[in-house]
């Protein structure tokens, strides 16, 4: 079965392949090119052999396709039997064009051509010609050829017109194949003659052509930098120049434009001067309105012409100084005086309208009452003594032609009044800073400010710079400084009746990190290596960490007054009981603890006793052996009762751990047993202790009392039984009573148990 169906598919191969061939054979196709401009007609005709098999005895038509789609049939046509055409009106792209046979609906491809579409070049942009006055002259143009078509040949043509005697001469010239430039032969053009110039690209589509290019050569040229030969300075104010073109263009005699640029030597005024001329070749100029006494440095370019487009200047020439002639200084200068006591520093600067009119300035400072030169001086300062009756100096400037006018400064000796407020100064650049202040007293006159500056870190001290300003300012900036380097800054208020107090700051105009570490304990570091200010480590840690402990301990004492204010109060101001107004039947054990501070060992909450007191059974037959009872001779101490008597309303146990510590309170005497006393009624004994008990500052409290014997004194001392209905045992009772009021409790009353 797979051999059937492979035999299969080889048949229909090969007949669709002799059908092809067959077909192949049948015609011939034909058309006059087959790469056309874009835009252009074609026209493509088809041969039918007459032994083609397709047509050969059968009906048949021609059908056309372009592009794999069949072109309308009004565009197809029959020239003669067996010849069939087709005219495509205009191919903006290549074209696959086929001729077809068809018999009914089917048709069969016999035949095709590819028609390829081609551009004229092009248009040649940008056309410049400059001309090179070099020894040779050459007249070089060039142009940008645009995008260039691949696989078709571009040829370049340059045409160059003149008038010679009124009749238009041309010339034309054949670039060389894939050049974009030309050099144009000297015989071809004029140099001051004007001329005209294109350039034509040609393909096999077509040509374009650039604009004209209109204009005279020698505008065109780039001239050497001229040579200033000489400068004399004849007149007061004024330079005259002698100048010539470079070396290889003083043949040119035409006249040129050139410009002259002065520039004052060190800045002395700060001014450039660039002067426009139109001279011929080796001509004077002249030059006045110029500073007197001044340094200038001249340099000088020259072009064909300042009207053209096409001219370009030349570079600077070597610069030339000259001073023009000197006079005596003009105008006045900015002075800054200061008076301690007798010593003055005077300091100046040139105002806005001072000239030196020359060079090597000194400066004379003298008094004219009494007549003195105080200092004279190359420096733009000076420091002298001033007498008490001096009230003005004078200044003035001096070069070698003569001397300006005296300016006047003032002696000012009150020095003691207001200074300004808020002074601050805000970093603006690296070498800038801005200034701002606040006002004065209401009750002065301000006539202005004198704002002064020096570095601080410069060896030797740096001189000291000043700067005048008007009354109505209040803010400035100070411009040259060095980065990262401190710089004193001061401001002085001038009042009409003298100088204020200045307000002075040490600033940066910018800061980064030290350059170096301090050593400790050495010395302080060197300002020029702090590059900002410096805050030495200890002295923060000294400062920082006590104020966290205070403020710590401040919240601490806060939170635990309110959060724990009982507990507080109790550890601050404990409760202690008063035995004049207590009573044993009330101490519970919460009860005693309130108020009693606490203590680390104690984790629960215990009685701590601050007094006490004991019973004591004596054996008749025993008397005392001293004038104390011994703690041998207590057969019963309080602390040995497990049972607690009916007439107690509270049951207290003590702890003899605890009794160590307590303050003896009493002790109470008993002939017999405690527990079987009925009525008797035992003396109590006072405590040896001679610690006095709470208020025993009291005037009212009783006197101390004494231990007695049992023999013969027992008997007299109050003893503990009911009291009487007698009112005068009762108030004797109560005054006992009122002496120990912590022994009330041990009371005995007569009861039925």
């Given at each position: 079965m797979a051999s059937v169906w492979l035999l299969l598919v080889l048949w229909i191969f090969v007949n669709a392949l002799i059908k092809v061939i067959q077909a192949s054979s049948c015609a011939t196709i034909h058309t006059p090119a087959e790469v056309v401009r874009s835009g252009s007609p074609v026209s493509v005709s088809c041969s039918i052999k007459d032994d083609c098999t397709l047509t050969k005895g059968k009906d048949f038509h021609v059908a056309w396709k372009i592009n794999n789609s069949f072109a309308p049939s009004n565009l197809s046509y029959q020239e003669s039997n067996g010849t069939y055409g087709v005219i495509i009106p205009s191919l903006d792209t290549d074209t696959s064009i086929a001729c077809a046979v068809c018999k009914e609906e089917k048709c069969q491809i016999v035949n095709g051509v590819r028609v390829k579409v081609g551009y004229p070049p092009p248009v040649p942009k940008n056309l410049s010609c400059s001309l090179n006055l070099r020894p040779e002259q050459r007249f070089l143009c060039k142009w940008d050829p645009g995008e260039e078509r691949e696989n078709l040949s571009t040829n370049y043509t340059l045409k160059i017109f003149r008038v010679i005697y009124k009749k238009v001469t041309s010339k034309q010239y054949c670039i060389p194949h894939g050049?974009?430039?030309y050099l144009i032969p000297r015989i071809s053009y004029p140099?001051?003659?004007v001329v005209e110039i294109k350039v034509t690209a040609v393909n096999v589509f077509g040509n374009a052509t650039s604009e004209t290019l209109k204009l005279i050569p020698l505008e065109t040229a780039m001239f050497d930098p001229p040579e200033i030969n000489r400068i004399e300075a004849d007149v007061a104010g004024c330079l005259n120049y002698s100048w010539s073109l470079g070396k290889s263009q003083q043949w040119l005699m035409t006249a040129i434009s050139l410009e002259i640029r002065?520039?004052?030597?060190?800045?002395q005024q700060n001014k450039e001067l660039v002067l426009p001329f139109t001279k011929k070749n080796g001509g004077k100029i002249n030059v006045c309105g110029l500073f007197h006494g001044t340094n200038y440095s001249t340099?000088?370019?020259v072009k064909y012409s300042s009207l053209s487009k096409w001219s370009k200047w030349s570079k600077w020439s070597d610069p030339k100084i000259a001073n023009t002639v000197m006079k005596a200084?003009?105008?006045s200068l900015d002075t800054w005086l200061k008076v301690d006591d007798q010593n003055a520093q005077l300091y100046w600067k040139p105002s806005e309208n001072f000239r030196p009119n020359g060079w090597n300035l000194s400066y004379i400072v003298e008094s004219m009452e009494p007549k003195r030169n105080l200092c004279i001086t190359q420096e733009s300062h000076c420091f002298f003594n001033l007498t008490e009756k001096v009230e003005?100096?004078?200044l003035r400037a001096t070069n070698a032609a003569a001397s300006s006018d005296h300016t006047e400064v003032p002696v000012y000796r009150n020095k003691g009044l207001g200074s300004v407020s808020n002074f601050s100064v805000h970093p603006q650049s690296e070498t800038s800073v801005l200034m701002v202040w606040g006002g004065t007293p209401a009750s002065l006159t301000i006539t202005g400010y004198v704002l002064e500056w020096r570095s601080l870190n410069e060896m030797p001290a740096a001189p000291l710079s000043f700067t005048l300003m008007d009354k109505n300012i209040s803010s400035t900036i100070l411009t040259g400084l060095r980065p990262d380097k401190p710089y004193e800054i001061s401001i002085y208020p001038k009042y009409d009746k003298g100088i204020g107090i200045p307000h002075t700051l040490v600033a940066y105009s910018i800061q980064k990190a030290p350059s170096v570490a301090p050593v400790l304990n050495i010395m302080r570091e060197p300002s020029n290596e702090r590059n900002g200010t410096i805050r030495d480590g200890i002295e923060m840690t000294l400062f920082v960490i006590p104020t966290y402990i205070g403020l710590s301990l401040l919240i601490i004492v806060v939170f635990a007054c309110f959060g724990k204010n009982e507990r507080v109060k109790m550890c601050l101001w404990p409760i202690i009981p008063d035995p004049a107004n207590s009573s044993i039947k009330k101490w519970?054990?919460?009860?005693?603890?309130q108020g009693i501070p606490s203590f680390v060992e104690d984790k629960d909450s215990v009685l701590v006793y601050l007094s006490r007191f004991s019973l004591l059974d004596l054996d008749e037959k025993e008397p005392f052996k001293s004038d104390y009872v011994k703690e041998s001779q207590w057969s019963r101490d309080i602390n040995s009762?497990?049972?607690?008597?009916?007439?107690?309303?509270?049951c207290v146990q003590y702890d003899s751990e605890h009794d160590r510590d307590a303050v003896p309170y009493a002790t109470v005497v008993f002939s017999g047993p405690y527990q079987n006393h009925s009525s008797c009624l035992p003396p109590y004994i006072r405590s040896e202790s001679t610690q006095p008990l709470l208020g025993a500052d009291d005037p009212g409290s009783p006197p101390p009392y004494e231990n007695v014997s049992p023999s013969g004194n027992v008997s007299k001392v109050q003893r503990f039984s009911t009291f009487p209905q007698n009112s005068t045992e009762s108030e004797e009772n109560e005054e006992l009573w009122e002496e120990f009021p912590m022994l009330r409790s041990l009371e005995l009353r007569d009861t039925d148990t």
């Open positions: 050049e974009h430039l140099l001051v003659s002065l520039k004052t030597v060190d800045n340099t000088m370019r200084p003009t105008g003005k100096v004078y519970t054990t919460t009860y005693s603890v009762y497990d049972e607690c008597h009916s007439s107690f309303q509270t």
